[in-house]
């Protein structure tokens, strides 16, 4: 078993040898495999023969691999699996929550997969649907966006055989003996590995926020809304992933699987825990920023409030003695005397300077 975390930990860059990934929405990739080795590779073959294929021998596996499947695509799937009609409808519709179910032989993974987009500070959900029974797996992205020959990152690409990440599994005969489940957790392992990059992405920007708030910056606020909520959005896929795991582990015993595959999927429980952990600190930290930004604010604006006030009473005094010498009364004392206005502009200013002393010295000013 070390043997073959090793081969999926290094994630070969080499080429695998085993054909390109079809064209969004044209086909599919079949890769049929016996005792553990890649024997051939269709991209127009039919699930039926797929599952002909697997039913030859105990030591064959068919792995069909959707990278953007049509209508078309999931009813021919369904009809040769012979699947149940809420599972149809499921493959039909997507826009599934994380999830582990059993339809007589068949059991049904979801899974939330993630990647980030730096440049637009946003995080980018791929749902995937993984399909397993006895000598056979089907994968299908029900995202297309994801599927990009180019994007070495990404998900979808891995699962149709991307150099990048494919030849971890298709050159791993350890792990292909294993059987279909093997696949299942192997695409499972790479989802959970590619939370890690996300959150890399959203501590750099969280500590960018950081100095943003610290240093006054009126924009923050809204970044650290938006960023906040590309954190939700993490946290809902992983944590719906970690009861998938949940319920995996739980059905170990009860269906019989090898001590490897045990061991495997608590591998990829230990890093899905880890990648729970961060995630749920990253949220905290958001929630803490935005309280410390809030804060910062109201010190401002009582700062700015402090001033307005200040220059407020500044003014007051001439204006109200200017206001008593204004009412026009025939008696008034010093409206004959020659000295009384230049007194009065005297008195506005001494008050003035008076009182922007003292809220000077008390820190108002």
């Known amino acids: 078993m070390g043997e073959h975390r090793r081969s999926i930990g290094r994630r070969s860059r080499q080429g695998s040898g085993a054909g390109s990934p079809p064209a969004p929405g044209t086909g599919y990739l079949v890769r049929y495999v016996e005792d553990g080795r890649v024997v051939d590779t269709l991209d127009d073959g039919s699930p039926a023969d797929a599952l002909t294929y697997a039913a030859g021998s105990p030591s064959r596996l068919a792995m069909s691999l959707y990278p953007a499947p049509t209508t078309a695509q999931v009813e021919s799937l369904a009809d040769a699996w012979d699947l149940h009609p809420v599972l149809r409808e499921d493959l039909l519709l997507g826009k599934q929550r994380p999830k582990a179910e059993r339809y007589g032989d068949v059991f049904f993974l979801v ?35 994801w599927v990009d020959g180019t994007d070495a990152e990404g998900i979808a690409a891995a699962a149709i055989g991307n150099p990048r990440y494919g030849a971890a599994l298709f050159e791993s005969e350890h792990l292909l003996r294993m059987g279909p489940e093997a696949v299942a957790y192997w695409l499972l392992d790479i989802i959970v590995d590619a939370y890690a990059p996300v959150l890399e992405g959203l501590e750099i920007d969280k500590e960018q926020v950081e100095r943003q ?23 809902h896929a992983v944590t719906g992933l970690g009861a998938v795991l949940e319920a995996l582990r739980r059905g170990i015993d009860r269906h019989g699987l090898s001590h490897d595959l045990q061991t495997y999927l608590q ?32 010190q401002r604006q009582n700062e700015d409030m402090k001033k307005i006030s ?27 005397w020659a000295w009384g206005y230049p007194l009065a502009l005297g008195g506005m200013v001494a008050f003035a300077c008076v009182l922007w002393l003292v809220f000077k010295r008390n820190r108002w000013m």
């Not at 500070?121 to 029974?133: D, G, K, M, P, W």
């Not at 990648?275 to 804060?295: G, H, M, P, W």
């Not at 200040?310 to 004959?336: C, D, H, Q």
């Open 310 to 336: 200040g220059w407020a009473a500044i003014l007051f005094a001439p204006t109200l003695i200017a206001a008593i010498y204004g009412m026009n009364f025939r008696t008034m004392p010093e409206l004959g």
């Open 213 to 235: 708030v610290f240093a006054g910056d009126a924009a923050a606020t809204e970044r650290i809304y938006r960023l906040g909520q590309e954190v939700i959005d993490l946290q």
């Open 267 to 298: 591998d990829v429980s230990d890093h899905h825990s880890h990648a729970a952990t961060r995630v749920v600190e990253l949220r905290e930290s958001f929630a803490q920023i935005l309280d410390v930004n809030a804060t910062l604010v109201a």
């Open 111 to 145: 899974a939330r997969a993630a990647r980030y987009l730096d440049a637009a500070e946003r995080v980018e959900l791929a749902e995937f649907h993984i399909l397993v029974r006895p000598g056979a797996v089907a994968i299908l992205c029900q995202d297309d966006q």
